[in-house]
């Protein structure tokens, strides 16, 4: 009896030992892990050929396809947790959404344009992937935006874990969640992926970077996008980074790779870079004929080490799967995307009328008497300049909305904070953020890189997840660099997710001209190209009592807000104004006649608000009454007062910054023409600078931009008729 226990204590110890090499083999998956591997990469690699076979039928509308990316974006999706983590995959990551969670059925939807599409309801195409309840904010075309939202993402967490008080604003915090962001290895040649990784290290942030490298962005190869053809070489001095190279065909290397980065980010020992060779035996998409600049023996090397191939034989091999086992794999799995596709096809797209859904909030609305606190508001205390009482409205905000975060070029008092009880302190080239970083602290106020297109996508990432950025733009002549994502991202993402995902982000901008020496790129006042672009509000004060009301509501709505404060208004005398109180809020959408008349009417905003009331005292003096409206808020634009003014008056002058050409007057105007025609007695005219750019000659910046006399010739010129 003594023998027995002995015997069976050494085949423990034997199969405990045996167990473990097994486990170490296959890092740490059983065999259920292991084989629903393979399931998951042949449906994705299913649902890829279900589609191409729709598309040539003309059921569905486009396609572009995760073939040969599936082993390691299945072995992203094991080492993280859906719902928990946060993710910006790219279109070639179908494997990874369906390892999250997302159906076959959910994603021929997409493929249909289907309503219930839950990607975008039916307004991205397919591939574009977005989910609220896998923390996957909604995805774009464009490649390499979504890099800077995965580290605002991150950033988001950071933040919080900095400040205890934003613990329970920012959405998912847990303190240890990893934020996952994939692109091609075209993508790598992008500046924003390079901004991205510059923030991400600087920072320590939680981010992985997985660079699905297939060898081409569509025709063009790795060593013509990327310097000596190997990305993962390139971005090894960055401090905080751990960069692994894997063979992205195979699904355990992959996992195994992507463990040690789960663990290093989620440790919060910095970022982590995946370098994956995968393959595309698929062309780039079907707009692409990959056999135009891919030789056949390429294409079939490539097909032997194709990852359902190789895979399929290691099961098998391995004594974990049969040949049979894989065939009613392969089986459940075809009649599973055939069913799913069939339900899609028959299902309804959205009606027509919903184009016009969520492009802005359905549930704040900054235009209504909730945001209308200007009549009997108490005006008290000195007279302040507009950069005064703008600064004063952010103090108020900050300390109302813990949510509110301040950043951009030297927006802060002093980024080394051993030396802020010695020196004055910068808050901002023109002092409006003056004392923000001592009052709210560092974490909350603080310098970006020299780069726009960082701060506004870092931004977007943080608003997505909760916190309300409130950042600015250094000059308005440099916002250029982050109209990429203004145009394509923060204007964009609550349309094209149907409300889905929002991002109220405030962006101040320093604009316009009128001070001698700004020349060319400190003069600029472009609004033209953000008034035409869905989705994103502009406010435009003339005054500093407007800017702070007009600023408290742009902070308190829900829908991105483009804040322009004109450079040659901020200190000016004639301007000033008393204190409202931290609650005085003007609502967009709502003008303000500044003088009455009867003769003409001047719908005006900004600098030109000012020299339009000069040049209407001068014309007083020769009989002629001239109406001045102040817009304040260009999108929305208070039609009704423009109507009421013009059915008065019968002659309209409309006068901006802009040049003259395609300008914003341009809209006023047609419409005017177009509705108002009846009541009119002469031309509508417009006043505006000359279709150039601003000079460095004072005489010469005069003459381009618009004067009191221009105003003036224009009055007298439209009361002849």
Request: charged share 25%.
């Amino acid at each position: 009896m003594a023998v027995a226990p002995r015997k069976l204590k050494v085949s423990n110890k034997t199969s405990k030992t045996t167990n473990e090499t097994k486990k170490d083999k296959y890092c740490g998956l059983d065999r259920k892990t292991l084989v629903g591997i393979y399931r998951t990469m042949y449906l994705s690699r299913r649902i890829d050929d279900k589609e191409i076979q729709l598309k040539s039928q003309n059921r569905v509308f486009f396609q572009i396809s995760g073939a040969g990316h599936e082993a390691v974006t299945v072995a992203a999706g094991l080492a993280l947790k859906p719902g928990y983590d946060w993710f910006y995959p790219y279109y070639r990551d179908r494997a990874l959404m369906l390892q999250l969670g997302m159906t076959p059925l959910e994603m021929f939807y997409s493929s249909v344009g289907a309503e219930k599409d839950p990607n975008s309801h039916g307004r991205q195409m397919p591939s574009h992937w977005g989910s609220v309840k896998l923390n996957v904010p909604s995805q774009s075309s464009p490649t390499g935006t979504q890099a800077l939202q995965a580290v605002g993402a991150a950033e988001a967490s950071y933040r919080a874990s900095l400040v205890k008080e934003l613990q329970d604003k920012v959405k998912g915090f847990k303190g240890d969640e990893v934020v996952y962001v994939s692109l091609g290895d075209g993508t790598t040649s992008e500046g924003e992926f390079w901004e991205a990784l510059n923030t991400a290290c600087n920072l320590k942030l939680p981010v992985i970077f997985l660079v699905e490298d297939n060898g081409y962005a569509i025709s063009v190869p790795i060593e013509v996008q990327t310097a000596g053809g190997d990305i993962s070489k390139l971005v090894q001095g960055f401090p905080n980074l751990l960069v692994q190279k894997c063979d992205g065909t195979k699904p355990l290397e992959s996992y195994e790779t992507f463990r040690r980065a789960v663990e290093f980010t989620r440790a919060r020992k910095g970022a982590a870079l995946i370098h994956a060779k995968v393959i595309r035996p698929y062309s780039h998409s079907l707009s692409d004929d990959e056999r135009l600049y891919r030789p056949e023996e390429e294409r079939q090397q490539e097909a032997a080490i194709d990852p359902l191939k190789t895979y399929a034989e290691f099961l098998i091999n391995e004594g974990l799967a049969t040949a049979e086992d894989l065939e009613k794999i392969r089986q459940e799995v075809d009649r599973e995307v055939n069913e799913a596709a069939e339900i899609a096809l028959n299902t309804p797209q959205p009606p027509p009328e919903s184009a016009l859904r969520n492009v802005f909030s359905p549930d704040v609305d900054p235009t209504s008497k909730e945001f209308d606190t200007e009549e009997g508001a108490e005006l008290h205390g000195t007279p302040g300049t507009m950069v005064d009482l703008i600064n004063r409205c952010l103090h108020e905000e900050m300390e109302r909305d813990v949510r509110i975060i301040v950043f951009g070029e030297d927006v802060a008092d002093c980024s080394r904070e051993q030396y802020l009880d010695r020196v004055k302190g910068k808050g901002g080239v023109f002092k409006v953020t003056a004392n923000l970083q001592r009052r709210f602290g560092s974490a909350r106020v603080f310098n970006s890189p020299l780069a726009e297109a960082n701060i506004v996508g870092r931004a977007i990432g943080m608003a997505t997840r909760g916190l309300k950025p409130v950042v600015e733009i250094q000059f308005f002549d440099y916002i250029f660099p982050a109209f990429h994502q203004i145009r394509n991202e923060l204007a964009v993402m609550r349309w094209r997710s149907d409300g889905e995902w929002k991002c109220p982000v405030v962006i101040r901008v320093p604009v316009g001209g009128y001070l001698k020496g700004g020349a060319v790129y400190h003069s600029q006042s472009g609004t033209t190209l953000f008034a035409h672009t869905p989705g994103i509000l502009i406010a435009y004060p003339s005054n500093a009592l407007d800017a702070n009301g007009l600023l408290r509501t742009a902070i308190r709505c829900d829908d991105p807000v483009l804040f322009l404060e004109h450079k040659h208004l901020y200190r000016q005398v004639y301007n000033k104004s008393q204190y409202p109180g931290k609650d005085f809020m003007i609502p967009f959408g709502k003008a303000k006649i500044v003088r009455e008349g009867t003769d003409v009417t001047i719908v005006t905003f900004g600098a030109l608000v000012q020299k339009s009331l000069e040049a209407a005292k001068r014309l007083e003096k020769e009989g002629i009454s001239v109406e001045v409206i102040d817009l304040r808020t260009l999108v929305p634009y208070d039609w009704e007062r423009i109507a009421e003014s013009v059915k008065k008056t019968s002659r309209v002058i409309i006068a901006h910054e802009d040049p003259l050409s395609f300008g914003y007057g341009a809209e006023i105007a047609a419409r005017i023409a177009d509705e108002l025609f009846e009541w009119l007695d002469a031309p509508v005219k417009r006043v505006a600078s000359t279709d150039t750019f601003v000079a460095y000659a004072p005489q010469v910046e005069d003459f381009i931009l618009p004067q009191i006399e221009d105003v003036e010739k224009a009055v007298l010129e439209i009361v002849k008729y």
